[in-house]
């Protein structure tokens, strides 16, 4: 990377101080700011290894886990419209979702197994069938009554593919087009009705990779409703104290003997599963997992290079391969050597996502500096620095309460005292956190494109940060209400407000003007709000850097 940086004679920035690495790794890692202390102890720390052991603790912090569980629900389209179910539990479903993601990634279970848990996914998971409903059954009955968090332990997420469109099991073609970008990162919609204008796929592939799902059905397979109905039918032998909770209507995702295979475009014949750019796979029983196991190969073109190229863009702001999700011959990587080389190490790590992000984390690249030098100031495209990009809008949320020491309410959407981070449902009904979402550009998932997430800055955010009346009555609370509260000095309480906001210590032109202000006020309290207030409203506290 930086050879190339030498032939364009870009000369890349230097090390980002002990601050702003800080501050932007906290971030990215667990989606919210280190906290004064944790800035102070940082700072004091004269180790020569302090940023290695840093990456280790938020590597396992238990915010980790959360922030890749909600990228995972983005990646795999966890949307509660699209869910079965009465719609006041399908918030619980998609909890159940997020957590069977942050599950593993907190053990650190290799990729290729997170992806397998997902795309071969059935709902019995080898369970008998009366076996599979009286879990089903007790599942129901605990999701009603709070957050169950049994669904996490399942070996499959059969959530993925318990999708509707109005009444109907979702269509083929969205099944087709989900899975092509979430675990190979290539798109294929345009090959559905035409060979497509930019890249290799024809109908003919489109619909070859769509009949590797063809099997796979949602709904009560003639198992299911002939063990119901007799379980039903015993039941209402029973008294009304020992029949137990009702049974709730019983679909399960199974692999049917009867696909909805889509036919041979020219001729209308008969055509095989087929891997995208792979073999054709065998037509009996479950395709998808001859589908896992040519993707897993080590000489797959897609399978670990898309991932690789998602965790480089959540940590640089844009890929190697940008859009992440479309890998393409006419889209290029801009550094396909090191693309190649960091998919090759993650393929001989196990799919390790954790000694993936170290390796990234720990980098040169990583590491750079924010502010530019006279040759990158324009620089999008060769990592000659650290760009200063937008946050996710769950961040967004989970910074600003860091800031001025402030807590969320989600009310029936997530378990008291969750963060941002750890909301699953994409329909958020507490009325601030939606309103943040919204302008910050929290994706709806209804889309298979990885573009649906808003990563651009836009008026109603600036608007938002000045003038949004729960922000700034948050502001004169929390945090500031305690510095009042404990008698701290105008000069330490502007200290404080710095590294709670910046991260950092103000500098000596900044102090005298926070002073100043405070000075100027009617009265502390007005003064030292004022100057949280223009904290937030800064570009350094809304971007990560």
């Not at 379980?231 to 032998?237: F, G, T």
């Not at 965790?311 to 550094?335: I, Q, R, T």
């Not at 008698?487 to 590294?499: M, R």
Request: proline share 8%; hydrophobic share 40%; glycine share 6%.
């Amino acid at each position: 990377m930086f050879a190339k940086l030498a032939r364009l004679n870009i000369e890349p920035s230097g090390p980002a101080s002990d601050a702003e690495f800080l501050r932007r790794v906290t971030i990215d890692t667990t989606g919210g700011l280190p906290s004064p202390e944790e800035v102070r102890r940082f700072l004091a720390d004269a180790g020569p290894d302090k940023r290695e052991r840093k990456i280790d603790d938020l590597l396992n912090h238990p915010l980790h886990a959360a922030v890749w569980a909600t990228k995972f629900l983005d990646v795999t389209a966890a949307n509660v419209d699209a869910m079965d179910g009465p719609p006041e539990l399908r918030a619980k479903k998609a909890r159940m979702w997020h957590e069977w993601f942050r599950r593993r990634v907190a053990a650190n279970v290799g990729y290729d197994q997170v992806v397998r848990g997902v795309l071969t996914a059935t709902s019995r998971d080898g369970r008998g069938v009366r076996e599979w409903i009286a879990v089903e059954a007790a599942t129901d009955q605990a999701s009603r009554g709070g957050f169950d968090e049994s669904y996490a332990k399942r070996e499959s997420l059969d959530l993925f593919w318990r999708r509707f469109e109005g009444e109907e099991f979702v269509s083929l073609e969205k099944l087709t087009e989900l899975a092509a970008t979430a675990f190979l990162g290539v798109r294929v919609e345009c090959a559905q009705c035409h060979k497509h204008p930019f890249d290799r796929w024809t109908q003919a592939d489109y619909r070859g990779f769509a009949n590797v799902f063809a099997p796979v059905r949602f709904e009560g397979s003639p198992e299911v409703v002939a063990a119901t109905a007799e379980m039903l039918e015993a039941r209402r032998k029973l008294p009304k104290d020992q029949a137990g909770p009702p049974l709730p209507r019983m679909r399960e995702v199974y692999v049917s003997a009867k696909p909805r295979r889509l036919p041979h475009p020219d001729t209308g014949g008969v055509l095989p599963p087929k891997a995208l750019g792979g073999p054709e796979l065998a037509a009996d029983g479950d395709p998808r997992v001859a589908l896992f196991e040519w993707m897993t190969r080590p000489d797959n073109p897609y399978f670990a290079r898309s991932f690789v190229n998602r965790v480089w863009a959540h940590y640089f702001g844009v890929g190697l391969v940008d859009p992440v999700d479309d890998l393409s011959p006419n889209n290029p990587p801009s550094h396909p050597k090191l693309l190649d080389d960091l998919a090759a190490e993650f393929v001989r790590s196990g799919y390790d996502l954790r000694r993936l992000e170290r390796l990234i984390l720990s980098s040169r690249a990583y590491q750079l500096s924010s502010t530019p030098t006279d040759t990158n100031r324009r620089d999008r495209t060769n990592f000659a620095r650290s760009y200063p990009r937008p946050l996710m809008a769950e961040a967004v949320l989970d910074v600003l309460n860091d800031a001025v020491g402030a807590k969320e309410e989600f009310g029936d959407d997530a378990p008291p005292g969750s963060r941002a981070v750890e909301v699953a449902t994409n329909r958020v009904r507490a009325d601030h956190a939606a309103r943040v979402f919204r302008v910050f550009g929290r994706p709806a998932r209804a889309s298979t494109c990885d573009c649906e997430r808003a990563s651009g800055p836009a008026l109603p955010q600036t608007l938002f940060l000045m003038a949004d009346p729960a922000l700034l009555k948050k502001l004169s609370g929390g945090r500031l209400a305690k510095l009042l509260a404990d008698g701290t000095s105008d000069a330490n309480a502007v200290d404080e407000l710095f590294l709670a906001a910046l991260s950092r210590p103000p500098d000596e032109a900044e102090k005298r003007a926070a002073l100043a202000r405070v000075d100027a006020a009617p009265d502390r309290a007005a003064g030292l709000t004022d100057v949280l207030w223009a904290l937030v409203n800064t570009r350094e506290f809304i971007l990560n850097h």
